[in-house]
C-alpha cells in the first residue's frame, strides 16, 4: 500500500460537513474561515497543503530508518537465502526477489557536485536529467536566475563499493525556452546535413518547444561540447526549425538510423539528419511521447487523445490511417511510451497517473501499476529490466517503484524538499550507476540537490571518515 495516501483514506469514514474542517488528531470539527482573513486564515487548500507536508516529514523520517518494511509479507534476507539453498525458488524469482529486497533497503545520501569553477557552486535549480547508456554521464537542464534553461553534463565515477564522484561540466549554451519535451541520448556513428561522412560520437537530441515569433527547433549536440579540459570544443552539429514540436525520438536501428522523428500538433515528422528530407504523417491530435523499436525501424507514438500507434518506416504512406501498423488507447493523454526490449511489450503512461503494460501481439493491457498521481503534468515514465523495476515520479512529488512482473508497488520515496510545481524531482536508474565499477541504484535531482539511493546498505560519501557517518 502506498504510504503517502494512508492518512487520507483514514479520514473518508468522517462525513464531510459543508464549511467545517474535521481535525483527526483533536477529534472534532472546526469551522473554515473565509480565505481573506489575514490574521489567521483557515482554508481546505492551506490545511490540506499543511496535512500533506506533514505526511511528508513522518514519511521522511521513516525513510531514514536503517531497517525498513519489506515489499512483500514474509520476505527477508535470510528466508530467502534458505529457500533458494532448498531448491523452492526458481533462479529467476530469486534474482527478482533479492532486487526487490534492496530497493526496499536503499538510503538516501546527498552528493556533492564538483565543477570546474570551484567558487561557483551549483545553486540553478536542476529541471531535468537523463542518462547515457552506461550511465556514466548525465545530461543536465537548469533552470537559471535571469529566465530560460542552460545545459551541462554531470560525469560519474563509481567504485565497486558504491561511493559515487560527480564533475560537473559547465558550458556556455544556454536557452530563453522551456524544455518542454524529452532529451535523447545516442552513440554511435552520427553525420551532419553538410557532410556525408558518418562521425563517432555521443550526441544528445534537444527539442524545443517555440515561442512568439520564435520557431521550435530540434538540435544535434556533440558530448564532447561539455568538455572542462577542451578548449576547441565543436559547436552544435546541427539544428532544424520543426514548429510546435512536443516530442522527439531518434532511430538506432541500422535500416534506419539518420533518422530522428518529432511529434507536433496533428502530425508526425521523419527526418533524414544527413539529407534533410522528410516524411509528414497528419493525425487527429498531438503527439506528446515518442520512442523507436531498436530491432526494427518502428516509431512508436503517444498522442494527447489517448492513442497509441505505431509507424513502420519501412512502408510507404499510404492515404488515410492505412500506415499505422498498430493502435489502441488509454483513457487519457499519454505522457511516455517505453519499448521493453522483448519489444512484444510497450509501458505507457498517461495524464490520468495510470500506467499500463501492453502486448502489442494483441494489442491488449496485461499489467497496471496502481499508485501513480498525475492530474495535467507532463512527466516521464522509467523502466530497468535487468532489475524488473518501473519508476515514475507523481506529480504529488513522490518517487515510486513498481515490480515489472505483478505490478506490486516495492518502494515509495517522498522528496527532500516540500513539494511544489518547481520541485518535482527527476530520476535516473541505472544497473552500474558510474560506469562498469558501479553497482545498482537511484539518482534523484530536485531543486539545486542531487541526491543517490545505492544498493550497498553499508555506502560511505567520499572524503568522510567512517566515524562522521
Request: hydrophobic share 35%; glycine share 8%; with cysteine.
Amino acid at each position: 500500500m502506498d504510504p503517502s495516501s494512508s492518512s487520507s483514506r483514514n479520514q473518508t469514514d468522517v462525513p464531510e460537513l459543508p464549511g467545517f474542517y474535521f481535525d483527526p488528531e483533536k477529534n472534532r470539527y472546526f469551522r473554515l474561515l473565509p480565505g481573506h482573513n489575514n490574521c489567521n486564515p483557515l482554508t481546505k487548500e492551506g490545511l490540506q497543503s499543511k496535512e500533506r507536508e506533514g505526511r511528508r516529514i513522518r514519511l521522511l523520517e521513516e525513510d531514514e530508518r536503517p531497517w525498513k518494511k519489506s515489499p512483500r509479507a514474509g520476505l527477508n534476507c535470510a528466508l530467502l537465502l534458505q529457500k533458494r539453498h532448498q531448491g523452492l525458488v526458481p533462479g529467476n524469482s530469486y534474482c527478482r526477489l533479492v532486487h526487490e529486497l534492496k530497493v526496499s533497503g536503499m538510503r538516501r545520501h546527498k552528493l556533492e557536485v564538483q565543477s570546474s569553477d570551484s567558487s561557483s557552486p551549483n545553486t540553478d535549480n536542476f529541471r531535468l536529467i537523463v542518462a547515457d547508456s552506461a550511465c556514466e554521464r548525465v545530461f543536465t537542464v537548469n533552470d537559471v536566475e535571469h529566465g530560460g534553461c542552460k545545459y551541462g553534463i554531470m560525469n560519474f565515477r563509481g567504485c565497486s563499493k558504491g561511493s559515487l564522484s560527480v564533475e560537473m561540466c559547465d558550458n556556455l549554451y544556454f536557452t530563453n525556452r522551456k524544455v518542454w519535451t524529452r532529451l535523447m541520448y545516442g552513440s554511435g556513428s552520427q553525420s551532419t546535413p553538410r557532410e556525408a561522412v558518418a562521425i563517432p560520437l555521443a550526441v544528445f537530441m534537444l527539442c524545443l518547444v517555440g515561442i512568439a515569433q520564435t520557431p521550435g527547433c530540434v538540435s544535434l549536440l556533440p558530448a564532447s561540447l561539455f568538455s572542462n579540459s577542451n578548449p576547441d570544443q565543436p559547436g552544435m552539429l546541427c539544428s532544424f526549425k520543426i514548429s510546435t514540436a512536443w516530442s522527439c525520438a531518434w532511430c538506432l536501428n541500422p535500416q534506419a538510423d539518420k533518422n530522428f522523428s518529432t511529434g507536433l500538433s496533428r502530425r508526425v515528422i521523419i527526418t533524414d539528419a544527413v539529407t534533410g528530407r522528410r516524411q509528414t504523417y497528419r493525425i487527429g491530435s498531438d503527439v506528446l511521447a515518442q520512442q523507436f523499436a531498436l530491432r526494427a525501424p518502428v516509431l512508436y507514438n503517444g498522442c494527447r487523445s489517448g492513442e497509441i500507434f505505431s509507424i513502420d518506416l519501412r512502408q510507404r504512406a499510404r492515404r488515410g490511417n492505412g500506415w499505422k501498423a498498430c493502435r489502441f488507447y488509454q483513457e487519457s493523454a499519454i505522457t511516455s511510451v517505453r519499448i521493453l526490449q522483448d519489444e512484444n511489450y510497450l509501458l505507457a503512461a498517461d495524464m490520468l497517473g495510470t500506467i499500463k503494460l501492453w502486448d502489442l501481439r494483441v494489442t491488449r493491457a496485461v499489467q497496471q501499476y496502481e499508485g501513480h498521481h498525475n492530474e495535467h503534468a507532463y512527466l516521464p515514465l522509467h523502466v530497468s529490466e535487468p532489475e524488473g523495476l518501473v519508476l515514475a515520479v507523481g506529480q504529488d512529488c513522490y518517487t515510486r517503484l513498481w515490480s515489472l512482473g505483478d505490478g506490486s508497488l516495492l518502494r515509495t520515496i517522498p522528496s527532500p524538499h516540500p513539494a511544489g510545481k518547481d520541485s518535482i524531482p527527476s530520476v535516473v536508474f541505472s544497473s552500474q550507476l558510474g560506469g562498469r565499477r558501479g553497482l545498482p541504484g537511484l539518482l534523484m535531482a530536485v531543486r539545486h540537490d542531487l541526491y543517490y539511493f545505492p544498493y550497498n546498505s553499508d555506502y560511505r560519501d567520499r572524503g568522510v571518515p567512517e566515524g562522521d557517518q
